[in-house]
């Protein structure tokens, strides 16, 4: 055992990029980062759409709205100042009939409040822009680029290491203890003692809140996203991201067209429940997991509060013609044998007992730890701006 200055629990990207803010604000420090894969990135920052955000979607003084535009710009001069390959795309949402036309200009309204250069477009332009896509209108978000979230993040974790920085993988945190002047994080591998503590646990960050006696009363609930691959002869389908207008009485934004950095075309996720939080194979089942999400009265009250959008996803993801149907509202030449089997991301949704979905960044503290407690989308295109957020209250 070891004592440290700081120590961080998990190594996804926003946990890397914290451990990389402390040691730029406290150059000579010791740290050392936890993280229970056995490799960097691999849950949420290595299973999302690779999408940098630009901040279109959220309540204009939420944290959301004011980390992801900061992220965004973040993001992009890392990548150029790293090569690390990244493009500008830009994203239309689509609007397919005459409800979503009108969420869509609220949707418009409040990007404006957000600060986001959007542009308004009609059925005819967006026919211009995007042949293969249909629809009433749209917004165009031209800031809107696409990367590889795990390629930053290694690069991240060199710059850590470089400055110091030790990275322990394997090491799952069971217990935590916490006296005056130090916390001790320990598991079957190891125990670690530090002056501070952050930690950054995505789909652990309830278990390892009440492991340091939080007093917090939610519960990550996994949600599957599910996406296909279209076959490389469709690669070029599209030259923008498309996305539907979202429901906004959900925190998914629904089933969209992501043209991937490495060349491939991505259609997806849906969002159904998981029951196992690290397992992302068709039907992955962990009984601790399940345990705790169906006996929790928060989940309970979100799946009555949602019956019929739970069975329509649920019927999406077991039988492949629904799920084509989402994408044939926007993209109508799609066909089933254009959806090829691809693997799935699980989210870290925050839920509280009384059925509310945590839809902002949600941190808490206890006098020598902070936790970074939901973290869902956007959460990678605000890694460092949310680290520095962190960092601030250290």
Same mark, same amino acid.
């Not at 040691?23 to 849950?43: D, F, M, N």
């Not at 009485?249 to 939080?277: K, Y």
């Given at each position: 055992?070891?004592?440290?200055?700081?120590?961080?629990?998990?190594?996804?990207?926003?946990?890397?990029?914290?451990?990389?803010?402390?040691?730029?604000?406290?150059?000579?420090?010791?740290?050392?980062?936890?993280?229970?894969?056995?490799?960097?990135?691999?849950?949420?920052?290595?299973?999302?759409?690779?999408?940098?955000?630009?901040?279109?979607?959220?309540?204009?003084?939420?944290?959301?709205?004011?980390?992801?535009?900061?992220?965004?710009?973040?993001?992009?001069?890392?990548?150029?100042?790293?090569?690390?390959?990244?493009?500008?795309?830009?994203?239309?949402?689509?609007?397919?009939?005459?409800?979503?036309?009108?969420?869509?200009?609220?949707?418009?309204?409040?990007?404006?409040?957000?600060?986001?250069?959007?542009?308004?477009?009609?059925?005819?332009?967006?026919?211009?822009? &995007?042949?293969?896509?249909?629809?009433?209108?749209?917004?165009?978000?031209?800031?809107?680029?696409?990367?590889?979230?795990?390629?930053?993040?290694?690069?991240?974790?060199?710059?850590?290491?470089?400055?110091? =920085?030790?990275?322990?993988? =394997?090491?799952?945190?069971?217990?935590?203890?916490?006296?005056?002047?130090?916390?001790?994080?320990?598991?079957?591998?190891?125990?670690?003692?530090?002056?501070?503590?952050?930690?950054?646990?995505?789909?652990?960050?309830?278990?390892?809140?009440?492991?340091?006696?939080?007093?917090?009363?939610?519960?990550?609930?996994?949600?599957?996203?599910?996406?296909?691959?279209?076959?490389?002869?469709?690669?070029?389908?599209?030259?923008?991201?498309?996305?539907?207008?979202?429901?906004?009485?959900?925190?998914?934004?629904?089933?969209?067209?992501?043209?991937?950095?490495?060349?491939?075309?991505?259609?997806?996720?849906?969002?159904?429940?998981?029951?196992?939080?690290?397992?992302?194979?068709?039907?992955?089942?962990?009984?601790?997991?399940?345990?705790?999400?169906?006996?929790?009265?928060?989940?309970?009250?979100?799946?009555?509060?949602?019956?019929?959008?739970?069975?329509? &996803?649920?019927?999406?993801?077991?039988?492949?013609?629904?799920?084509?149907?989402?994408?044939?509202?926007?993209?109508? &030449?799609?066909?089933?044998?254009?959806?090829?089997?691809?693997?799935?991301?699980?989210?870290?949704?925050?839920?509280?007992?009384?059925?509310?979905?945590?839809?902002?960044?949600?941190?808490?503290?206890?006098?020598?730890?902070?936790?970074?407690?939901?973290?869902?989308?956007?959460?990678?295109?605000?890694?460092?701006?949310?680290?520095?957020?962190?960092?601030?209250?250290?």
């Amino acid at each position: 055992m070891s004592a440290y200055d700081f120590c961080v629990i998990g190594g996804g990207i926003v946990g890397v990029a914290t451990a990389h803010r402390i040691l730029a604000r406290h150059p000579g420090a010791s740290l050392v980062l936890l993280e229970k894969a056995h490799a960097l990135g691999t849950h949420q920052t290595g299973h999302n759409s690779g999408v940098i955000h630009s901040g279109i979607y959220y309540s204009p003084d939420s944290l959301k709205a004011a980390l992801c535009r900061r992220g965004a710009q973040w993001t992009k001069d890392f990548a150029a100042a790293h090569d690390i390959p990244y493009q500008v795309c830009g994203k239309l949402l689509v609007a397919t009939d005459d409800v979503e036309y009108h969420r869509m200009l609220a949707l418009h309204e409040r990007s404006v409040a957000n600060g986001v250069d959007v542009e308004l477009i009609d059925a005819a332009e967006l026919a211009r822009r &995007e042949p293969r896509v249909t629809g009433v209108g749209a917004l165009f978000v031209p800031s809107t680029g696409i990367i590889d979230y795990t390629g930053v993040t290694t690069t991240l974790a060199a710059q850590v290491r470089a400055a110091g =920085g030790l990275l322990v993988l =394997g090491a799952e945190i069971t217990t935590l203890t916490e006296s005056a002047d130090a916390v001790t994080a320990a598991g079957r591998t190891g125990s670690w003692t530090a002056r501070r503590l952050v930690v950054c646990a995505g789909l652990q960050a309830d278990r390892i809140a009440r492991a340091a006696g939080l007093r917090t009363d939610f519960r990550i609930v996994p949600f599957r996203g599910e996406y296909y691959q279209l076959p490389p002869n469709r690669a070029g389908l599209v030259r923008t991201l498309i996305y539907p207008i979202p429901d906004p009485d959900l925190p998914f934004l629904g089933v969209h067209l992501s043209p991937m950095i490495d060349g491939t075309l991505t259609v997806g996720p849906n969002a159904v429940l998981g029951l196992a939080r690290e397992d992302y194979r068709k039907g992955g089942f962990d009984a601790r997991d399940a345990r705790e999400v169906l006996g929790y009265p928060g989940f309970h009250r979100v799946a009555l509060a949602n019956v019929r959008t739970g069975l329509r &996803e649920l019927r999406n993801s077991l039988f492949k013609r629904g799920y084509l149907a989402q994408c044939r509202r926007y993209c109508p &030449e799609l066909t089933a044998a254009d959806l090829l089997p691809r693997e799935a991301g699980i989210r870290a949704q925050a839920v509280l007992r009384d059925g509310t979905l945590v839809h902002d960044f949600l941190i808490e503290r206890t006098d020598r730890s902070i936790h970074l407690l939901n973290a869902p989308s956007p959460a990678a295109t605000s890694a460092m701006p949310i680290a520095e957020y962190i960092v601030d209250q250290l």
